[in-house]
């Protein structure tokens, strides 16, 4: 069973993915080689077996915006790096989306036996599915089906509707591109995943608008908080900057791919930017990481111990990604995501966050888990522009 997740998810055999003909809903990116392409209908249309088509596909990978990318300006492209296994990644490879875009996530969506990615188009409006053939070459297919979702700048996933395929929950941002609030702030939508990576959107019945919240962050995973089977919502907010207490709460899932009204479960004397879930200690109950806040200290990361039961234990420091205390205020802001990156069945620690000379740089950086609440040194991953974005992204599934 993998580490920090309910069950595993469930590699059917290949089957047929929908072939699109026509040029009008699929997009290609680069080549397009033998391998089929889906279109997010369910259409039975003959294809060639990605498994034997698309050999070169990589079994763990994760994405960054492009190096490339000038600073301030909107991410059109990405940078793919692939998993060596062991901890180490080999060398970036680009992928031109030819549009702003957001909410990007990993996973195997199809069970065909590769990663796609699923992410949302800010020019066109719409989500989409990419998925790879040989290196170099992608398919860009627009996610059709039930209530599309307005724009979301982050994803988490899970399997929230314990049907086997992993789902994708939207958090609409709580403020517009021009920074004015939005009214519509904090509403979530599920895209539960099906066959043929098809997906049906609904929109969530949580109210989360609270006018006086400054930070709302979402776990990049959802898991099983409460072990009655059900995957479950958690997520941090604060109410103002700089060394702000943290709020956690919890939205439980009914299997359904619905989700109960937020409680509050416990509180943090510090805001958490970046937060994941998963099993950290082997328990076999999902713990809360979260940290690299933005209060000046140097980018501290805490783990709050699971009981299977639906609450955690008060926080415990993990490591510091920044090593001086400066109490500038941009020190270690950033994410962190918890993946099984050298297969030992522990769940290792990939962040990233802001440094260097007034913390305007950014890198990223992966510690390997030891099992016991202890991560290891750190290792330089690549010191990539715009880090600090919360879409950098392994597969759920792990």
Known sequence: MPVGYSKQTRRSEWSLNALYRSAALCTALGLLSACGARTGLNLDEDLVDPAEACPNLQEALFLAPAADTPPGAEMTAMDLYPSNGDGTFGAPRKIDINEPFTGVVIDDFDHDGSFEIHLWGLSSGVAYLL??????????????????????????????????????????????????????????????????????????????????????????????????????????????????????????????????????????????????????????????????????????????????LGSLADPTPVFDVVGEESGHDGAGFGSVFLYDWNHDDKLDALSAYT????????????????????????????????????????????
């Open 131 to 308: 998925d790879s053939c040989t290196e170099g070459e992608w398919i860009k297919t627009p996610v059709v089906g039930g209530d599309a979702p307005p724009r979301h700048d982050f994803s988490s996933i899970g399997d929230v509707n314990e049907d086997g395929y992993i789902d994708v929950v939207g958090w609409v941002p709580p403020k517009d591109r021009s920074g004015q609030p939005n009214a519509d702030a904090f509403e979530v939508y599920a895209s539960l995943g099906g066959p043929n990576g098809s997906f049906v959107h609904k929109k969530s019945e949580l109210n989360l608008k609270d006018k006086y919240v400054w930070w709302l962050a979402a776990t990049r995973h959802i898991r099983d908080m409460d072990s009655d089977g059900c995957a479950d919502l958690i997520f941090l907010k604060y109410d103002h900057g700089g060394a702000a207490k943290s709020s956690v709460h919890l939205a439980k899932g009914d299997c359904t791919g619905h989700f109960g009204q937020p409680t509050m479960i416990t509180s943090t004397k510090f805001p958490g930017t970046g937060d994941d879930i998963g099993d950290l200690d082997g328990d076999g109950h999902m713990d809360l990481i979260t940290g690299l806040d933005d209060d000046g200290d140097p980018g501290q990361t805490w783990v709050l111990k699971g009981d299977g």
């Open 355 to 398: 440094t260097g000379p007034s913390f305007s740089a950014s890198r990223m950086d992966i510690r390997m888990n030891k099992g016991d609440l202890t991560f290891g040194d750190p290792s330089i991953v690549v010191p990539a522009p715009l880090a600090l974005k919360q879409w950098f992204v392994g597969p759920a599934s792990k």
